[in-house]
């Protein structure tokens, strides 16, 4: 097993807070797991993730592994690596990837800057490699670096839009039933052919529900039904929760999961993630303003029509912005009112350089400013301006 590189400058909080919650909301909710224990009468599990990452990816019809294909100009695991990460509960992360990847994989964490993450060599197939995860958390294995967890979450590297109230209901229903897995309602009906490829009969679409990830189980559950595991079941089974009533008679409790909970399998799912991702980070403006103003500024004016447009507006004056950058908003509107010398928007860009936040995700700032044309011959205005939008663009670049 080998630990990820970690530490360097970056942001506070990883991942994207894509539909997450901000400020106080975002510090309940990491307490949320703490709160389940409480209310159940016993301390708040440890938990850890498994993700197995060593597929070929053969349905993408590409010679990169999907987990590895850039959305964004940014590999796909990295943003399900986020997605767990910000989840500040959750210890450890093991990921498993086949051992020619092993490098890129380094060179991913180390490039994004993840946390928590540690690596084992994955096996020929799905099954193998989460054993293998498991066998690096299990303290009866040599050389074991990582303590054993309570209730280990499993997921696919290639669902990355999962979120922190998914994975809190897998792991708080395992904790009470041994294991637990997401579901959804089945998109379309399944019929069973005959042998001659002519329909034999059909199910009731309404009575059955496609298995997703993630899936959280009981540590011991889990590991057991795999130490039990025939040859069989580990080339050619997919389904953990089988596994689990198979071989240690546990019934999984099923969870009602998310919308988006699908899994990036073929070419054009990597258009639609872009186009979610796109579409979420661009819902988060931060206009920066002096506050004081009146309420008839055109930055209130702004304000407001922002409202009616986008998810999430957040005014704010320099002394804040630090808490906003943290929180990961990617979109800033700078309001330089009655000066011609971009002060705000220099000092927002230095910040913006220092947190390291464009690593993750494009940043915008958009630069406004609004001059008194009667203190300052025009000229005079307009060549102060040149001069100091070439050093915005310089610092941007």
């Known amino acids: 097993m080998e630990s990820g590189p970690s530490g360097g400058s970056r942001p506070a909080e990883p991942g994207p807070r894509l539909r997450g919650l ?47 294909c850039p959305i964004l100009e940014r590999p796909l695991i990295s943003y399900t690596l986020q997605a767990l990460e910000r989840v500040s509960w959750i210890k450890d992360i093991i990921v498993a990837v086949t051992g020619e990847n092993m490098e890129t994989m380094k060179g991913i964490i180390q490039r994004y800057q993840h946390k928590r993450i540690s690596l084992v060599e994955a096996g020929v197939t799905r099954h193998r490699s989460i054993f293998n995860g498991l066998k690096a958390l299990a303290e009866d294995q040599p050389n074991c670096r990582l303590s054993k967890p309570e209730v280990v979450i499993i997921h696919d ?51 059955y529900r496609a298995s997703e990830m993630p899936q959280a189980f009981l540590f011991d559950v889990i590991y057991e039904a795999y130490q039990q595991c025939s040859d069989y079941d580990l080339e050619f089974g997919t389904e953990c929760l089988h ?23 073929y070419k054009r799912d990597l258009y639609a993630a872009e186009s979610i991702i796109k579409e979420r980070i661009s ?20 304000e407001e029509m922002l409202k009616t447009e986008l998810n999430h507006i957040k005014v704010t004056s320099g002394q804040d912005l630090q808490q906003i950058i943290v929180e990961q908003c990617y979109n800033f509107v700078c309001m330089n009112v009655m000066t011609s010398d971009f002060e705000k928007t220099q000092r927002l860009l230095n910040m913006l350089e220092e947190s390291n936040l464009s690593i993750l995700y494009p940043v915008v700032v958009i630069s406004v400013h609004f001059l008194d044309y009667e203190s300052v011959p025009f000229g005079q205005k307009m060549e102060k301006v040149g001069k100091n939008v070439g050093k915005i663009v310089c610092s941007v670049d």
């Open 22 to 68: 901000r400020g106080a909301d975002a510090a309940a909710s990491a307490s949320s797991l703490s709160r389940f224990g409480a209310e159940a009468g016993c301390r708040a599990p440890a938990v850890a993730a498994v993700l197995p990452a060593g597929g070929s990816g053969e349905r993408m019809g590409v010679p990169t592994p999907k987990q590895f």
């Open 243 to 265: 596994l689990a009533l198979k071989y240690s008679h546990i019934k999984a409790k099923l969870v009602e999961g998310s919308p988006d909970l699908w899994k990036v399998t």
């Open 157 to 207: 590297a290639v669902r990355p839009f999962v979120e922190e109230d998914v994975l809190l209901n897998v792991v708080t229903a395992a904790q009470e039933h041994g294991a637990s897995g997401a579901i959804r309602p089945l998109v379309s009906t399944v019929i069973s052919p005959s042998v001659d490829s002519c329909l034999d009969h059909s199910l009731e679409r309404a009575r």
């Open 283 to 302: 819902q988060q403006v931060c206009v920066v303003m002096d506050t004081k103003e009146d309420e008839e500024h055109v930055g209130r004016c702004l």
